[in-house]
Nanobody, 119 residues
Framework: VQLQASGGGLVQAGGSLRLSCAAS????????MAWFRQAPGKERVFVAR????????YYGDSVKGRFTISRDNAEKIVYLRMNSLKPEDTAVYCC?????????????WGQGTLVTVSS
């Protein structure tokens, strides 16, 4: 599967953005999907993941209650709705896919989209 992330940009603190990750291929619903982010000078960290069916989601502690991951299997897109953005959310956001809902490595990665939150 090939992944293409989009939707990043510059936003003021407290604002919102929605990121999209479009997938190619015919078996999108065979993949669990996730978002990760990497801030300048820091390691990549997990943000959120969603199961293949979309029924189950899981979030990193720093975004819980502010971000929402969702997917549209018919359109082969996964979204990340980001509300109440903070300057510390500034990072390059990447989407990833794997064949299992619960474990295994994230085998497929899209290119990143930059989110900049100004104070």
């Amino acid at each position: 599967v090939q992944l293409q992330a989009s939707g990043g940009g510059l936003v003021q603190a407290g604002g919102s953005l929605r990121l999209s990750c479009a997938a190619s291929g015919r078996t999108f619903n065979s993949y669990s999907m996730a978002w990760f982010r990497q801030a300048p000078g820091k390691e990549r960290v997990f943000v959120a993941r969603i199961s293949r069916s979309g029924d189950n989601t899981y979030y990193g502690d720093s975004v819980k209650g502010r971000f929402t991951i969702s997917r549209d299997n018919a359109e082969k897109i996964v979204y990340l709705r980001m509300n109440s953005l903070k300057p510390e959310d500034t990072a390059v956001y990447c989407c990833a896919a794997r064949g299992s809902d619960y474990d295994g490595t994230w085998d497929y990665w899209g290119q990143g989209t930059l989110v900049t939150v100004s104070s």
